[in-house]
């Protein structure tokens, strides 16, 4: 069973975070949803979400997980940017290759680990020059390498099934496409994949 770290701190995205955990969950992906503080983190919105663990009982050196999730949100994202456990938990499963994604503000982490100066990268539009990679994509979703971005609240969805198919979920993905009729949606707009 593939396992993700979703870290969370006060004034994360909502959108961002549940959409993504909900998608995984439902292809059977073990998520842990990780607090860098206290058990319940309050969103951007003033929705509070419990907490599975804290970053406090993370062991780095034991713990294995498949992908590291990053929602956006401020200040949720910026709060994530300067704790230096986050940083430091980062930069450590990035050396193993682990997969690490980050949406609309939340790329400023990975900026601020220095895990996408030779990476192509996107985030929320305002987050554009803040943010140090080696290219700056618009695009829904941006893969390169270990490292997937994308842009924001709208573009959650895509982005929880682009994870499922980085982790090798791909039949998964496409059964919730259509399950969860994001591709009704798609074909309405007359975009569908």
Sequence with gaps: MKKVLVLLAKGFEEIEAVTVIDILRRAHVKVHICSIDKEFVEGSHGITIKSDVR????????????????????????????????????????????????????PIVLSEAGLLKDKEATSFPGFKDIIDCNKYLEEVTVSSGNVITSRGPATAM????????????????????????YNFLLEKKGTAK
């Design 55 to 106: 970053l406090e009982y993370i062991d780095i050196e034991k713990d294995i997980y498949d992908l590291v999730y990053l929602p956006g949100g401020m200040p949720g994202a910026a709060n994530l940017r300067d704790d230096e456990r986050v940083i430091e938990l980062l930069k450590k499963y990035n050396g193993e290759n682990v997969l690490l994604s980050a949406i609309c503000a939340a």
């Design 158 to 181: 895509e982005l929880g099934y682009t994870l499922l198919e980085k982790l090798g979920l791909g039949a998964e993905a496409h059964d919730l496409r259509e399950d969860m009729l």
